[in-house]
């Protein structure tokens, strides 16, 4: 096998499908470096254990969670446009305007922007593909978790966005007993440094969102480094897409009113399992009128 074959493993029921992304000799035994291909986790195994997969079957999890991310999308853009829709009628209400007189396509909205840096390139093309589909601004930089925190505060600063996504691959060490250590986690120490360095940079959480962590992530020491969302809070995987769905919610909540965790949590993939965080402002400012040269 070499690096980029597609791979299960035996040992786990072929339940998630990983890419070979490196290899090593360990102890005089061939080790192969897995990343999740849609789980944002990193693993290793034997030759013995793998089984190579054609480039587009799935696992038995990618199944269940393909399905989950098309209910999902799905349900972000009709509450989105129900919430609209009903926000407006009720301003007429309260204002009492003649629903005649107003004009709810001349008003519009600008949600928050987002930097989201990810250690995994093929997770960022997946990710900014659905922002887009989410009609979100999106920049994103493909980033080694080891080199985030160098470089994180420098690009906040050249990008300026409102919400900022530090994500990649982790996972905790094998055998495991104390959560509590940060060494026992493979990239951890890194998002917890990015997330500090941040911090140091812009103090106020609705200033400047940020959502930090990947599979099995040390949840409480990203949070009390300064983060708004993080993962793991029971040290599950988490699914590539779960930091967009998280960070789309911010960024369409108007700034006036404070984003509803359960709603956040409910549009993940992973749920609650995997994915938690403070209470935080939204990023969304409404205007009008919307200029007749804009379509």
Do not use: W
């Not at 299960?8 to 360990?26: A, E, G, L, W």
């Not at 593909?129 to 920049?139: E, M, N, P």
């Not at 962590?213 to 983060?227: K, T």
């Amino acid at each position: 096998m070499e690096i980029g074959d597609t791979v299960v493993r035996k040992s786990y029921n072929r339940d998630i499908t990983f890419k070979i992304m490196d290899i090593k000799h360990v102890d005089n035994e061939i080790i192969y470096v897995l990343n999740g291909v849609n789980l944002r986790i990193v693993a290793d195994a034997k030759i013995d254990d793998l089984e190579e997969v054609k480039e587009d079957s799935f696992g038995k999890a990618e199944v269940v969670f393909n399905k989950k991310v098309n209910e999902s999308i799905r349900s972000i853009v009709n509450n989105r446009n129900n919430t609209s829709v009903k926000k407006k009628y009720r301003d007429i209400k309260q204002i009492k305007i003649s629903p005649i007189d107003f004009d709810e396509g001349m008003s519009f909205r600008r949600p928050g922007k987002i930097l989201h840096l990810d250690g995994d390139a093929g997770y960022l093309d997946v990710c900014l593909k659905v922002y887009k589909q989410l009609s979100i601004d999106a920049v994103g930089r493909v980033i080694l978790e080891s080199e985030q925190p160098e470089q994180i505060v420098d690009i906040v600063k050249e990008v300026k966005p409102d919400i900022v996504v530090i994500t990649g691959h982790d996972g905790i060490s094998k055998e495991t007993k104390d959560y509590t250590d940060l060494n026992n986690y493979r990239n951890s120490k890194y998002f917890v440094d990015s997330v500090a360095r941040l911090r140091e940079y812009e103090p106020g959480y609705d200033n400047l969102v940020i959502y930090a962590g990947a599979c099995q992530s040390y949840y409480e020491a990203i949070l009390d480094a300064g983060a708004n969302f993080a993962s793991s809070p029971e040290r599950v995987l988490i699914h590539c897409l779960d930091p967009v769905f998280v960070c789309q919610k911010v960024a369409y909540t108007n700034i006036g009113e404070v984003v509803n965790i359960q709603d956040v949590v409910k549009n993940t993939i992973t749920g609650v399992k995997g994915v938690g965080g403070v209470q935080t402002r939204g990023k969304c400012r409404e205007g009008y009128p919307k200029s007749i040269f804009v379509r």
